[in-house]
């Protein structure tokens, strides 16, 4: 892609991606998408990516070590 197609997202700390699709018009991808801005969308799916990597290694899905108490999960407490 040859440069940036605008300068700045408007985001503060989220910097303008340089090549954020192979399709040459971002303004229709985010429009397809409606996730806001292509740089978020690319954040979301990094920290979505992350998320995943990080649930393998603390296996939600096993059985609880030790029985939680009888009222962790009553409300209000």
């Known amino acids: 892609m ?3 197609l605008k300068k700045t997202t408007g985001l503060t700390g989220l910097a303008v991606s340089d090549s954020p ?8 991808l985010e429009d ?5 801005q292509i740089e978020e969308v690319i954040r979301q799916a990094e920290n979505e990516l992350s998320l ?3 649930m393998l290694q603390w296996k939600p ?5 030790e029985e939680p108490p009888a009222n962790q ?3 209000p407490i």
Do not use: I, N, R, S
């Open 2 to 4: 040859a440069g940036l």
């Open 21 to 28: 699709h192979e399709e040459p018009d971002v303004k229709k």
């Open 32 to 36: 397809q998408l409606q996730g806001g």
């Open 52 to 54: 995943a990597k990080k």
């Open 61 to 65: 899905w096993e059985p609880l070590v």
């Open 73 to 75: 999960w009553k409300w």
